[in-house]
Nanobody, 126 residues
Framework: QVQLVESGGGLVQAGGSLRLSCAAS????????MAWFRQAPGREREFVAA????????DSVDSVKGRFTISRDNAKNTVYLQMNSLKPEDTAIYFC???????????????????WGQGTQVTLSS
């Protein structure tokens, strides 16, 4: 049984930082690309950032480039999202997800991912 457990969310002032973590179990973590998505109230789930199985390649949505960094530690079966210079529009529930296929290239859409965490709330105060 694959499990993804996010942590690190919270309430932060605009301009502040948070680091989200996602601990994975149940399959060989190092074989799969991982991603972070987010969903704000009344909006669809959107792609934030992805990282390939080795950590050598990443991608992110334009709105977070230069502010958010995705990384992974395969020895700890954990993927991270370092979020700096946070803005009110970053308020959302953040989900980590594991790609359906091993050794795959990066995917930016939700249908490419088969396992999801429960989400962690990030709230910005202005």
């Amino acid at each position: 049984q694959v499990q993804l457990v996010e942590s690190g969310g919270g309430l932060v002032q605009a301009g502040g930082s948070l680091r989200l973590s996602c601990a994975a179990s149940g399959r060989t973590f190092s074989m799969y690309a991982m991603a972070w998505f987010r969903q704000a109230p009344g909006r669809e789930r959107e792609f934030v950032a992805a990282i390939n199985w080795s950590g050598s390649t990443t991608d992110s949505v334009d709105s977070v480039k230069g502010r958010f960094t995705i990384s992974r530690d395969n020895a700890k079966n954990t993927v991270y999202l370092q979020m700096n210079s946070l803005k009110p529009e970053d308020t959302a529930i953040y989900f980590c997800a594991s790609d359906r296929l091993p050794w795959s290239s990066l995917h930016l859409t939700t249908d490419a991912y088969d396992y999801w965490g429960q989400g962690t709330q990030v709230t910005l105060s202005s």
